[in-house]
């Protein structure tokens, strides 16, 4: 995936136009005072990605490297896409993208990097999609483009939480 | 169970609502023994403070027993404990250095995204005061659930009474580092604006740190004759003009270090506060800051300005010259309860620290409206009320 700087040293996703090669870019960096290896084994297990991130209904493996993913849309609806690993670096970063037959064109990469000092390790989310056009186009587009930020800024801030706290602080006074 | 909660701008009430459950694996539930009303629960009873819910519990000093914890609680069923009003999980960076709130963890993610925006970083999490805080419920209850449970409570030994505990969980730590921002010195003088709690805890904790003289500043005399008792000077600001006085008992030098005690809803007729408080009642997240312009110009060249009083959105005309050309330091801040529980509790258990005196009324729960109508209406009189849920 693209994360070239052009003329800064600005993230992508900072970037007043965070389109490139097609992709509509969002994501987040979050400080995790846990050691680097120890996160990235966490999210290395994809079957632990359901724990902080709440929108994902079911993650089904369908290769070594291949899983589809069912994603809870607004209003009921689901939506389905399968990827690929494509590389991985261990303790380093791991990096992902749509199968050819995928009907949601995605790229992403999550990196994990010491933060200064003891204050643990930096966490990088980069997310690149285009909404496919039709049906699904809208249930896509309302799910990533409401707020592109929002949810990969929430699920960042659980995944810290979890792995901080060891558990997700909530309001909620009640059980179910 | 029965718990006092929020119905809009001056409209709070004693309903029945739901008991509280363990949810998360290091939560608490409490039984309340005692819980206050804080100067700060006035801003949402005035509706200054963004974020209420109608039905919301109100509460953030509090203590009580031990009635049920969860798998990785380090707490005990029946250990009497008071709760720090700071919601923080012990183990982020911010806990790490004792900033306890400036917890990245307590305030859950979809309740950071409003004051991410207002204050570019997301705030901590408390109990009972609005969800921009995270909307955890409040102590001012029968019951109350306690996330973290931990890192936050601390265990009370047997022989002190709630009335000389109770106040750890705020106000005292408040006071304390408020005192502790103003960086006294012995050959100091201090000034502290306004005479409520707080004010009256930094007072103390001033004159436990060694300040030369310490001036309070207040308009109700019973307010300042509670100040005196600790040995300080003081100004009554509805007789005496404060800056003059403040030169004149400094000998012309100005306080060395100044604290705002008062907050957002500062009193009183000055230009600037009537401006501010027309401001503040059309809805334009504007604070009144008349009490802290006024520090800010009387303290000394090169002094220091502590600011505990809760301001919640913007202030104009801040002195920022004064600020810049005299050369002064600012430290302010919600405070890092957790910091300082140990130390002032053993302090209340040697005598260096009474607690008590701030108390004027102890009310059942039930009388809670009654309580929070009388302490925003008569402030000479009604300087702290206890609630007794049980
Ligand atoms: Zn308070
Ligand atoms: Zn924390």
């Known amino acids: 995936m693209s994360t070239d700087q052009t003329s800064d040293s600005a993230p992508l996703r900072a970037r007043k136009d965070d389109k490139a090669d097609g992709f509509t870019y969002v994501g987040r960096s979050v400080t995790i005072n846990r050691p680097r290896h120890e996160l990235f084994a966490f999210w290395r297990d994809f079957q632990n990605l359901s724990t902080f991130m709440e929108n994902i209904e079911a993650i089904e493996f369908t290769g070594p490297d291949r899983a589809v993913w069912t994603v809870r849309a607004p209003a009921g609806t689901e939506v389905q896409f399968e990827t690929e690993i494509v590389d991985i670096v261990d303790d380093t970063s791991i990096t992902w993208r749509s199968t050819p037959d995928s009907p949601i064109k995605t790229e992403g990469r999550v990196t994990f990097a010491d933060a200064p000092g003891n204050r643990g390790t930096i966490v990088t989310a980069d997310i690149g999609y285009t909404p496919p056009a039709g049906d699904l186009g809208r249930v896509v587009a309302k799910l990533f483009m409401a707020e592109p930020n929002i949810q990969a800024r929430h699920e960042l801030k659980r995944f810290k939480m979890l792995m901080e706290a060891g558990e997700i602080a909530t309001p909620i006074n009640h059980r179910n | 169970m029965r718990a006092l909660t929020w119905h809009g701008i001056n409209d709070v009430r004693v309903d029945t609502v739901p008991d509280p459950e363990i949810i998360n694996p290091r939560d608490a539930i409490l039984r309340i023994t005692s819980t206050a009303i804080c100067g700060s629960d006035l801003h949402l009873y005035d509706g200054v403070i963004p974020g209420m819910k109608q039905g919301d519990v109100l509460g953030h000093e509090f203590m009580g027993i031990v009635e049920e914890v969860g798998p990785n609680s380090s707490l005990e069923v029946g250990q009497r404990v008071v709760v720090p009003f700071t919601i923080s999980c012990g183990h982020c960076f911010f806990c790490q250095q004792q900033q306890f709130s400036a917890c990245d963890n307590g305030n859950p993610v979809e309740n950071q995204d409003a004051s991410e925006k207002l204050y570019g970083h997301a705030m901590g999490a408390a109990f009972g005061y609005s969800h ?100 300080a000077r003081t100004i009554n600001f509805e007789q005496t003009h404060v800056d003059e006085a403040l030169m004149e008992m400094t000998g012309g030098l100005g306080p060395d270090a100044v604290i705002d005690a008062v907050g957002m809803e500062a009193h009183g007729f000055a230009l600037d506060n009537v401006v501010d408080a027309v401001k503040q009642k059309v809805g334009v997240g504007a604070d009144r800051g008349h009490a802290l312009r006024q520090a800010i110009l009387a303290v000394r060249k090169g002094g220091r300005v502590s600011v505990p009083g809760v301001y919640g959105g913007m202030l104009d005309k801040w002195p920022l010259g004064a600020m810049m050309e005299k050369g002064l330091e600012l430290r302010s801040g919600q405070t890092h309860v957790q910091r300082y529980t140990r130390d002032l509790l053993e302090r209340i258990q040697r005598g260096e620290i009474d607690s008590t005196f701030l108390i004027s009324h102890c009310l059942p729960l039930e009388e809670a409206p009654t309580g929070y109508k009388n302490f925003r209406d008569k402030q000479n009189e009604w300087t702290k009320v206890v609630l007794r849920p049980h």
């Not at chain 2, 006071?175 to 100091?188: K, L, Y």
């Not at chain 2, 436990?208 to 001036?215: C, F, N, P, S």
């Open chain 2, 132 to 231: 921009l805080t995270g909307g955890y419920a409040g102590g001012q209850a029968e019951y109350v659930r306690v996330p973290f449970s931990d890192v936050g409570p601390i265990v009370i030994p047997d022989g002190l009474d709630d009335e000389q505990v109770l106040f750890l969980s705020d106000i005292l730590p408040t006071g304390w580092m408020a005192a502790e921002n103003a960086g006294i010195g012995p050959d100091d003088t201090v000034a502290v604006w306004g005479c409520g709690p707080v004010g009256l805890f930094a007072v103390q904790s001033a004159m436990i740190m060694g300040a030369a003289q310490v001036i309070a500043i207040d308009h109700h005399p019973h307010r300042l004759e509670l100040a005196a008792r600790f040995g």
